[in-house]
Nanobody, 125 residues
């Protein structure tokens, strides 16, 4: 059973930066898994932010391109999301997600079978 644990959320002013981390506790093979970050603001649907595929290729939502970077440390079984130039509209609960037996999939919540508990990011103007 794969377990995901996010950390690194918090409150920051617009223009600031945060780095989210997602620790993966066993049960998966990185080279055949896809990992992603999603976010969900109150009253809105969960939306994809960034994805890294089994071959380490990446994709980003248009709203975060050039500001957010997804990366991974395979030795630490950890996924990161570096968020720069944060905007109030980035305020949301951020979730880490994993899909096993995957090299590449569209960035939709239904495509992922493991989820973390979420970490809150609040950006004030």
């Amino acid at each position: 059973q794969v377990q995901l644990v996010e950390s690194g959320g918090g409150s920051v002013q617009a223009g600031g930066s945060l780095r989210l981390s997602c620790g993966v506790a066993s049960g998966y093979t990185r080279s055949t898994s896809c990992m992603a970050w999603f976010r969900q603001a109150p009253g809105k649907e969960r939306e994809g932010v960034a994805l890294v595929g089994g071959a380490s290729s990446t994709t980003y939502a248009d709203s975060v391109k050039g500001r957010f970077t997804i990366s991974q440390d395979n030795a630490k079984n950890t996924l990161y999301l570096q968020m720069n130039s944060l905007k109030p509209e980035d305020t949301a609960m951020y979730y880490c997600a994993l899909r096993t037996s995957c090299t590449w999939i569209p960035l939709y919540p239904a495509n992922f079978n493991y989820w973390g508990q979420g970490t809150q990011v609040t950006v004030s103007s």
